[in-house]
């Protein structure tokens, strides 16, 4: 079983990005069997879909964060990111990152919880 570790700032001032790093447990970034995605939690939203990058890099991202939004991936440390520029408060939540297979499903990181607050 995968483990999926979310690393970051816990807090990020408004108008700044933050930038999130997912570390997978083993070597399965650079395999073609799996996709990587960013989820968001809040108490009014729920969850809320960021986007998803493929092992070869190649990304998408949920229409309503696109423009902000920029996924990466370091095959060599086993590890995906997420950007996310031009903060405001309604940013503040709990961001996981997820493994996505076809045959087991998802398999979720803990999660950090990120505030926007000046």
């Known amino acids: 079983q995968v483990q999926l570790q979310e690393s970051g700032p816990v807090v990020v001032k408004p108008s700044e990005r933050l930038s999130l790093t997912c570390t997978a447990s083993?070597?399965?970034?650079?395999?073609?069997?799996?996709?990587w995605s960013w989820i968001r939690q809040t108490p009014e939203k729920g969850l809320e879909w960021m986007g998803v990058i493929r092992y070869d890099g190649k990304f998408r991202v949920n229409p309503s964060l696109s423009g902000r939004t920029s996924m990466s991936r370091d095959t060599s440390k086993n590890q995906f990111s997420l950007q996310l520029s031009s903060v405001t408060p309604d940013d503040t939540a709990v961001y996981y990152c997820?493994?996505?297979?076809?045959?087991?499903?998802?398999?979720w990181g803990q999660g950090t919880q990120v505030t926007v607050s000046s």
């Open positions: 997820a493994r996505d297979d076809s045959d087991y499903g998802r398999a």
């Open positions: 083993d070597g399965s970034i650079a395999t073609g069997f799996y996709a």
